[in-house]
């Protein structure tokens, strides 16, 4: 077992515990487990910068939307409007800059427009399903929706790429949607229908993170 392999294993247990936590109610689990879960997703990029010199730009911009994520997930862990919006900025820049990093190296690339359509598609449905919840959240919701539809969109161009490798775009392509599909659990339990085991969310929130975070390793060298 290499050492990406303990830090996974590690995740997947802290991740489990977190869970649990969430699930129970209890804030002490919460605030222990929430910050070592996203401190190893980092490590995970800290490795590939280590272990290799090529490409560290783009390991150093991934770091970069991970910390901006990290400092996402801290806000989130309290329960506060304020918290909540500043969570919510916390992550719009950390899709930002995934997205940014991906044109960077990548281009931006449209060989199908299957992709895009599909995402924006599905992007107005669920704005359309939360929009009544909204409030006056309503700007800020649909601006985060096209942003982080833009990144899944992003991702999935890196098939395209002459940059990435087929098994980067696979782990981009598949992270971003996990991350997409973690947001829209929680919009949904934040500003529709609160249900009981919303926080499975985070199951596919670090299952995302990791696969990007995997992304700075496979380079051809």
């Known amino acids: 077992m290499d050492v990406y392999q303990i830090v996974i294993v590690l995740l997947i247990g802290f991740v489990f515990l977190l869970i649990h936590g969430e699930l129970a109610k209890n804030q002490g689990q919460k605030y222990i487990f929430k910050p070592i879960s996203t401190s190893l997703v980092v490590v995970i ?36 409007k304020k918290a909540f919006t500043a969570g919510l900025v916390l992550f719009l820049i950390g899709h930002i800059v995934y997205s940014i990093t991906i044109v960077i190296y990548n281009g931006y690339l ?19 399903y939360l929009y009544s919840g909204l409030g006056n959240m309503k700007i800020q919701v649909l601006f985060y929706i096209i942003v ?57 929130y670090y299952a995302g993170q990791l696969l990007i975070a995997l992304s700075t390793r496979y380079f051809i060298t």
């Open 45 to 80: 990029v800290i490795l590939s910068l280590l272990f290799s010199q090529d490409y560290q730009n783009y390991k150093l911009l991934i770091l970069l939307g991970l910390l901006f994520c990290f400092g996402g997930d801290i806000a989130l862990m309290f329960d506060s």
């Open 148 to 204: 982080i539809s833009f990144m899944v969109h992003c991702a999935f161009s890196s098939f395209d790429s002459q940059f990435f490798t087929y098994q980067q775009a696979l782990l981009l392509s598949i992270g971003a949607t996990l991350f997409y599909i973690s947001d829209v659990v929680l919009a949904i339990n934040r500003f529709k229908i609160p249900f009981k085991y919303n926080r499975l969310g985070l199951a596919f």
């Open 110 to 128: 449209i060989s199908s427009y299957t992709a895009p359509i599909i995402i924006s598609i599905l992007g107005v449905l669920i704005y359309r």
